[in-house]
Structure formats: structure tokens, C-alpha cells
């Protein structure tokens, strides 16, 4: 049971960057994308290069989750949840201290949770 529900939380979590991977490598200077991100037009088209870079690097963290959350061997699996989860919340703590607190609430606490129940669970 516990396993099972921390699997999916974890896959959650990998989800979610899936989402932040598409909107900041497909969506970045489209309306979609602006709005997730505040941006004007101009400034979209400028970074759009960064973005991309930024959302390759969310797909890597949501491949580690889904790796984490599908491996089968358990001792192995909960060793790359931990692993992955921890890079989620300090990415999502430098984050929101860095470019904004929303980052704190979207990435790192939801991460943080998932984090303490893969550890006491």
C-alpha cells in the first residue's frame, strides 16, 4: 500500500514536469506559454532558447521519477525516488528564491511531501 501510493505520487510529480517540459519547450512564445509565465511577446521570442534548455532539463527529472516509480526492484526504486525528489526540491527551493515564490509552491513543496512519505513510509 505504501509503496504503491508513493510510486504514485512520484509518477505525479513526473508528470508535472512533463507539463512545465511541453509549455517551456513547445509553448514558450505562445499564448499558452506567456500566459503560464507572465511574459510579454518580445521577451518569450528572446528566450526561447533558455526555456527550451530549461525544459530539456525537466524532462530529465521526470524521466528519474518515472525511472524511480516503475523500477522493479524496490530497494533500488525507493533509492531513485529519494534521489529525484531531492533534485525536484532543491531545483524548486533555488527556484523560488531565485525567479519567483510560486516555483517554492508549484515544485518544491509538492516534491518536499512526496519526499518525507517515500522516507517514513
Do not use: D
Not at 505504501?2 to 519547450?25: C, G, N, R, V
Not at 506559454?33 to 527550451?52: D, I, M, P, S, W
Not at 522493479?72 to 525536484?88: D, I
Amino acid at each position: 500500500m505504501a509503496s504503491t501510493l508513493t510510486k504514485s505520487l512520484t509518477l505525479l510529480i513526473s508528470a508535472q514536469h512533463i507539463y512545465i517540459l511541453t509549455l517551456e519547450m513547445f509553448h514558450w512564445t505562445k499564448p499558452r506559454g506567456r500566459k503560464a509565465f507572465k511574459l510579454t511577446a518580445e521577451y518569450a521570442e528572446q528566450t526561447k532558447v533558455l526555456a527550451a534548455n530549461q525544459g530539456l532539463y525537466n524532462g530529465f527529472l521526470a524521466a528519474g521519477l518515472a525511472w524511480g516509480a516503475l523500477h522493479p526492484v524496490a530497494e533500488f526504486a525507493q533509492q531513485l525516488r529519494v534521489f529525484f525528489l531531492g533534485c525536484v526540491v532543491v531545483a524548486g527551493t533555488y527556484g523560488g528564491a531565485t525567479v519567483g515564490r510560486k516555483i517554492l509552491f508549484i515544485q518544491g513543496l509538492p516534491a518536499a511531501a512526496v519526499l518525507g512519505l517515500v522516507l517514513c513510509l
